[in-house]
Structures are given as C-alpha cells and as structure tokens.
C-alpha cells in the first residue's frame, strides 16, 4: 500500500458550475480516487472553493452584496452539487479559512526569505469606468507572437506563451469591453527563472517516466523556453494580506489568487489532519522521505499553474532554486507526480456560456437526471484527451441504449430470474465450459479495467467494462436460463443463475469507481448490506484558526471564527478491487430498475430551455465572463 494524494483542482466561487467543469475536475478524479482506494492505497483526496480574486468582486458588486456574503452563497451551492454527484473528498474546504491564510503567508514568508520573491515596478490594467484593477486573465487581445486575435493577458491559449497584458495588440477588457488604462504600480515577483533549472531537471525526470500525457508535459517544457518573473501580488482589496511589514496594512494590496490557489492543496491537507486529531499525519502524503504520489487533476488552461507556479513555489520554498535558501516549518514538500489535465468540453457544439443559455448546471442537472447518467456520459464521452461535446441527444442515447440496455437490463433480467426460480442466490452445481469462459473473462475485467484507470485512460477504461457486460449478456442468450424450467434442469438453472449472480457482482465491482451510486442499488438487490461504495457528506464546521507552527501574522490572529460546510466522508469500507464470491442464499426480491430510460422528447425540452435561457438578462455570474469551453479550475480568475 502506498500513499497518493489525489489533488482535485478548486471551483471558483463566483457562481455555480456547470457540468463541463465537473467533466474536467470532478468525475475524472473520484473514479482515480475510487479506485487507488479499492486498490489498497491510503488515498487523500483534497480540494475546496476558491474564494479570492476580482471576479468575486464582480459579482458580488452586481449581486449587491460583499465579498464574502456571494462565496458564501456560491461554496454552500457547490458543496451540495459535488457531494449529490457522489465525488469522495477526504476534505472539500474553502480558500478563506484562517488555517489556508496562515498556510499561504507561511510559504509567501520563506520563499521571500529565500530570495525569490523580488520587489519590482510594474504597469497594471485598470477599469477606467469603476477604478478597478482588472486580472490579466480580463485582458483579451491580439498575441504580438502569433497573431491569435483572443489572447488572455497572462498567456496565449493558441501559442502557449506567457504573456503580460501591456503586449497585447488592442487590448480590451472582458468584462466590459472598454480599453484598459495601464499605471505603475509596485509588486512582488516570482523569480521564476532562477527557479527555471530546478524545473527543467524536474520535468525532464517526469517526462522520462513516460506517464505524463504527452500534450501537458510538451506544453509543460515549452513554457521554461520563455520563463520570467510573475507577478504575485495584485492591487485588490479582496484577498490575503501580503505578511511583511509595509505591505500587510496597504488595503488595495493582496496575495494574488492564483499563488494562494494552488496552495490550497497543501493547507487543506493540513486542515484535514487537524480535524482527524493529528496535527502532523498530512506530512505522510507530502514529504519527499515517503513514498507517496501525487496527482493534480485540472482543465488543460490551467497546466501552466500546476506544471510551473506550483512546483516553482515548493522549490523556492524548500530553498531549492539558484538562490539556495533554507525550508521553512513545512520541510520540503514533494512535487506533483503527475499533472492530469482534462481538455475542454462544449455543449451543442458551442462554448459554455449562461448568458447566451449555452449552459446547465450541475445543480440542475441533477434535479432532473440520475447522477450516474452524468458520470457515465463523462467518463465514456468526456474531454478526457481532446476537446468534446455534450449533446442531448447523445446523453439520452448512451443512457438508454448503454446504461438502461445494457448494463440495467443484465442485473434486472439476472435478478428477476432468481426471485422468480429461487428467492435467493442458488447453489451452483458443475460448471460448463460455457459457465467456466465468462467467469474467466469478467474476471480479467479486474485487470485489464484497473490499469486503464490506474494510467488516467478513464474512457477506454469503462469501454472495457461495458465489453464485459456485453459479453456477459451473450452469455444469458447462450444458456438461455429461461428455458431452464424442468425439475430436472434445476441444477443447471441454478448454476447458471449462480454464475449470471457472480458475474453482474464482479461487473458491479469493476463499475464501482465510475458508478458509485449505481453500485449500492446493485448491490442492495442481490442481498447487499449497508453502502457497497461509501458516499460523502456535508459537515458544518468551525474555523480552526491559523496553523500555530507557521508564524502567525496579525492581519489573520484575532478574526473571528466562522462556522461553513465541508465535504468529507469515512471510506475505510471502500470493497477491495478483485472477485468477492456471492453468498449462496442471499435474498434477491423482485427488481426495481437500476436507471431511468429518458423518453426522446427530452432533447427537445433540454435544447427548448436553452433557446429560453438564451434571452434571459446577463447574471452576476456572467458578469465576470464566461470561461471558453469549460477549465476545469473552477473558472477565469484573476
């Protein structure tokens, strides 16, 4: 058994998300997570709502309410959406815990300490009708290297370069339209390019491993071609204070929220061994003396701050970086094994958008649909390697001639022969060739399934599995079970009925990680105690208040503590991922179907609210841009 943290990139909190973000962040790492569980690992699965940054300002002015009120608002909605989808964190927290603020000045102190935070003089965007410094995210543009006219200020999706907003050919803002102002302003930078060489050494061993998806570790190693200091700080007034003297009393002066962001995988952690009573336990998946891996799932925009910033904090942090320098009180924290980024996902062939109805949220898709239906369409059709689309149509053809007619109708046809012929799962007696051939193939599902899965290859992964099921369901055909009605036929009905029992459990097992809630329906019908996959749950908790073995800046000591919702969940019962034999006598009653079959009209109703919503006034959430297709971080930030 080995450790792994499974790192889940953090939802912005600036309004719901919406399904292409789940397709990115959230299913992709719990089927890992699920899995790495089954298969013996101590899993640590962490992440929260990202909570800072201009956006939430946005918003909350057009909203007419503060900061904190509007990520309040948004991470209870989040919460619940991620905890109804069935995703299996350890801890899902929030980015404006007092224990994430003392773990950001933490790291910001040493890396300064060690050099690599420089004081530079800088030109930042504002907004010449509010006053407001704009991202470099809300600066678009034309990219003066390779002419593609929707350039963001702070790289080019098109080329792949980093990029600063006063480069751009006519810049404009996102949110507005408007032309930017650009004025001087102070700032700290990330000296990433005396960090450039540790990077370099690091990368080349991770691409030698031959793990890393080639796009993200390619895409990884071309932006060290034109590495430079990044700015970390930003003028805001919504963020955490800047821990030196001088800088912590300026209002309009913050951490910027792309360097606390990814922090927030380290302090969650730490907030996660408070709350289990062992203050210490989360340095087991984050020391370098362990043998634990990490993996980092996000949308592909977001590589550049899980491949550079990050691992480029961690490294100047530990003193690890041309300048030298000392590890402060967290040691020297591992760098990411892995980097799992998704690709962008569309929506009836167009990008996300909630003003122009290009759009359905999680919440919403779940008040209507099954969760697993969801999950499914993801895992088998999402944007796993290269760009997909979500359609209607296809959602409600895979769920009903995949799910419903496939996998649905094997365990209700299984189930219902039993009740009917026994009552109970029957005894078997000799087994056939025909019997002994499908127990052997499902039983290689094990392996051949969890590799796919182990190595990130989630589609051909549940491919495999329905393979399986077909095959199983051929197999009801070969033996024609219902045929079987004679009393001198009995002991080969119950034997095949045996082995039909053995093969929907062993099928069951191999679905799990992508099927959770499914997998306890199944399980419950063939006579199933208790969860088969254990499921998460909201928990109210207070603020713990800041880490006491990081100094503890003034601007966070004395705040009052806060009560806010976590998800978190006890998977010490995850089932092991091999062949568990059915318990001959188990009750099997009459079945209720696994999944709803959804009628046609159903694409026509879906595609009739989004020409509906397509009129509807810009909301708040809009307000701060919709996010081209879908990243999987949760949204643009600044």
Known sequence: MSKVLSAVAWPYANGPRHIGHVAGFGVPSDVFSRYMRMA????????????????????????????????????????QDLVDLGLSYDLFTRTTTRNHYSVVQELFRVCHANGYMVEETTKGAISPSTGRTLPDRYVEGTCPICGFPDARGDQCDNCGNQLDPTELI?????????????????????????????????LDDREATGTWRPNVIKFSQNLLKDVRPRAMTRDIDWGIPVP??????????????????????????????????????????????????????????????????????????????????????FGTPTLPTEVVASEFMTMEGKQFSSSRGVVIYVGDMLSRYQPDALRYFICAAGPENQDSDFTWAEFV??????????????????????????????????????????????????????????HHRQKAGIAEAMRIVGEVNTYVSRTEPFKLKGEDQRERLGTVLHTLAQCVHDCNTILAPFLPHASNRVWATFGGEGEFMPMPRIEHVEDLGPVTTAAVDPSIASDELRVYPIITGEYSSTPRWERRPVTVGAPVAKPTPVFVKLDPCVVEEEMARMTGASGADTTAADATGDVAAAPAQGGAQA
């Open 40 to 79: 013996g690992h101590d899993v640590l699965m962490v992440s929260g709502t990202d909570e800072h940054g201009t956006p939430i300002l946005v918003a909350a002015d057009n909203a007419g309410v503060t900061a904190q009120e509007l990520a309040d608002k948004n991470n209870a909605v989040i919460v």
């Open 170 to 202: 006519d810049p404009r803002s996102k949110i507005n339209g408007e032309t930017p102002q650009f004025v001087e302003t102070q700032h700290f930078f990330l000296d990433l390019p005396s960090l450039a060489e540790a990077l370099k050494v690091w």
């Open 244 to 329: 030196l003297d001088g800088w912590r009393d300026q209002r309009t002066k913050r951490l910027y929220v792309w360097f606390d962001a990814v922090i927030g995988y380290l302090s969650a952690s730490i907030e996660w061994a408070r709350r289990v009573g062992d203050e210490e336990r989360w340095r087991e998946w984050w020391s370098e003396e362990s043998d634990a891996r990490s993996y980092y799932f996000q949308g592909k925009d977001n590589i550049t701050f899980h491949s550079q910033i990050w691992p480029a904090e961690l490294l100047a942090y530990a003193g690890r970086g041309a300048k030298g320098g000392e590890p402060g009180v």
């Open 397 to 454: 053809q895979r769920t009903n001639s995949e799910l419903v007619a496939g996998w649905g109708n094997l365990v209700n046809r299984t189930a219902s022969m039993i009740a009917k012929s026994f009552g109970e799962i029957p005894a078997p007696g000799p087994l056939e060739p025909v019997d002994q051939e499908i127990l052997d193939e499902v039983a290689r599902g094990f392996d051949t399934v969890g590799d796919l899965i182990a």
